[in-house]
């Protein structure tokens, strides 16, 4: 693999007295052999050498892309990566502790993974897959571009296993945890080109995953235009501390991105090595282009239990997130215009009764005075989009709570083009407590009768109710369930037994969902009388 190592401030290349480690970054490319980085962890001998079937055709149609002018969304972009949003994530994976392909940890991780991408309503898949005697899945999201006409594919990706006994927070919880980044962030975003967010697994095993994920890419026909595959960033000795020739054109376009936007960055690259020992080898067999970034001091403490959170550098962690975040939105190329602002908080109760509706507030501004549509999480599900509604004017939206407990209450923004969307406004909360929603009225007669009505502010549905008796004697009973499609606001249903046959004096109790109500009768026969 070849790498490219990101230097502040020298543009070019540097000798080695030159560099500054707390800014440099690494990317690599293939060649024949072993690699200069260690080999993954567990892999066992032979290893694998880059030699592309002749059988194999480049499928990628496009490529040698040239950056464009500068974006103020790609800043806005970079301006939000930081080392609060890097450790959350770092520390949920980290928490599962080492990270062994087959291992429950494992499978915990890409269940988490899975869910966190599944969140930010991203399209999600586990790519189940078989490979060398281990059995395990990938993880992919994919956020569709917006031009009809393009069939691109962009990759960002790295590996969420670990070796036996390593907590695995830069090798590679930090490649890991900047594809979750990027999910987060890109996802608030249009691009015209589709982009697809993978961990891979079974990496420390000889590349296992994403042999079998690039296997399937290219039966498919993908077009994977770029691969950015990131593998330990995280590490550096201060704070500020692979392509193959097809993929010479991404080498130059990160220069590009970390030049134009180096103010914000701080990382030049620069070319630096070869080897193929991770998950962007199987891409470059099968004809993609991708690039491998790796942190430019290799990190003494990889596949070991001192592979922790502590030994890692978050500043330059940070750093190479940016750098790499901002290549590959300037790959997908973003589409329209800046996001509205974030909407303002909520504005409403923060107290509440279930089956209740309660209104709130909010509002935000877009740059370009377009309309904006309001997007609203209640906590316990996420709403369409609604709208709509001039840039400035206050907005309102109903909603109500079928289960107590607390919820935080969340608004995000995008511009009436579709192409933007806002960050998600700080949360109210609010606490709901239980409340009855029906009464129950039992009445006798010709077997046993009851008036269900509906005493909350909405329509329930998917009513089921059930009669019952004890004590007395009880012959015959029929038709003593059922269910109620729905009963509007301030409305009643009728339910009754259809069959009822029996003697002495039963405990009558009608249940409606969780509504129970008992009343002491008389039964002759069929004959029911309600006597308390």
């Known amino acids: 693999m070849l790498a490219i190592i990101v230097i502040l401030p020298v543009s070019g290349f540097a000798t080695e007295s030159e560099i500054n480690y707390e800014d440099t970054l690494a990317i690599f490319q293939p060649y024949d052999g072993i690699g200069s980085l260690p080999i993954p962890g567990d892999m066992k001998f032979p290893y694998p050498v880059h030699t592309i079937s002749e059988n194999i055709e480049k499928i990628s149609k496009h490529h040698a892309k040239e950056s464009t002018e500068k974006s103020n969304i790609i800043i806005d972009i970079i301006q939000q990566v930081d080392e609060s949003l890097i450790l959350d994530y770092l520390e949920d994976l980290v928490a599962f502790g080492p990270r062994v392909t087959e291992s429950s940890a494992c499978e915990q991780a890409a269940d988490w993974i899975y869910n966190e991408f599944q969140s930010l309503g991203l399209e999600v898949r586990y790519q189940s897959w078989s490979n060398g005697g281990y059995q395990s899945e990938n993880i992919e999201a994919t956020l569709p571009g917006v031009d009809q006409e393009s069939d691109e594919i962009y990759i960002i990706c790295g590996h969420y296993d670990s070796v036996p006994g390593s907590p695995g927070a830069d090798d590679d919880g930090s490649g890991t945890v900047a594809t979750l980044a990027a999910a987060y962030l890109l996802s608030q975003y249009s691009f015209d080109h589709t982009i697809r967010f993978v961990t891979f697994s079974g990496e420390e095993q000889g590349l296992l995953g994403s042999e079998k994920y ?12 770029a691969t950015l595959n990131v593998d ?27 030049d134009q936007y180096s103010e914000y960055i701080n990382l030049n690259v620069i070319p630096s090595g070869w080897t193929w020992g991770s998950d962007h080898y199987y891409f470059w067999e099968y004809g993609y282009d991708a690039l491998f970034y790796h942190e430019y001091e290799f990190n003494a403490y990889y596949h070991s ?33 800046n996001p509205p602002e974030t909407p303002t908080q909520p504005i409403g109760p923060i107290e509440g ?16 005075s377009d309309q904006i549509y309001y997007k609203w999480d209640w906590g ?26 607390t919820y935080e209450i ?24 239980s409340r009855p929603i029906f009464t129950i009225n039992i009445h006798g007669g010709l077997g046993v009768k009851a008036t269900i009505e509906n005493i909350v502010d909405v329509d329930l549905t998917d009513i089921h109710w059930n009669i019952s008796f004890e004590n007395g004697f009880i012959l015959l009973v029929q038709g003593d369930s059922g269910t109620i499609d ?12 259809e069959r009822l046959f029996g003697l002495g004096f039963p405990h009558i109790t009608v249940s409606v969902n969780s509504v129970e109500k008992t009343v002491r009768g008389f039964l002759l026969g069929p004959l029911v009388i309600i006597i308390g």
Request: charged share 20%; glycine share 6%.
């Open 214 to 225: 690039v296997e399937e890419a290219y039966a498919n026909g993908d077009n994977i235009v």
């Open 305 to 337: 239990p001192q592979d922790t959170i502590e030994n890692m550098n978050l500043t330059y962690d940070v750093k190479c997130s940016k750098l790499i975040l901002a290549t590959l939105a300037s790959l997908t190329q973003p589409s329209g215009s």
């Open 232 to 258: 330990m960033i995280g590490y550096a000795i201060t704070e500020n501390q692979g392509h193959n020739d097809d993929s010479n054109w991404l080498v130059d376009f990160t220069d590009d991105i970390a």
């Open 486 to 497: 729905s009963i509007p606001v301030d409305e009643t249903a009728e339910i009754q037994t």
């Open 410 to 433: 969340k608004v995000k923004a995008k511009d009436a083009n579709g192409s933007s969307e806002s960050n998600w406004s700080e949360p109210l909360v609010i606490t709901i407590a």
């Open 353 to 368: 009764l279930t089956y209740s509706e309660y209104t709130f507030f909010t509002s935000t501004t877009d740059p370009e």
């Open 380 to 405: 316990n599900e996420i709403g369409n989009w609604e709208g709509p509604y001039n840039s400035g004017e206050t907005v309102e939206a109903t909603h109500y709570w079928n289960e107590e407990g």
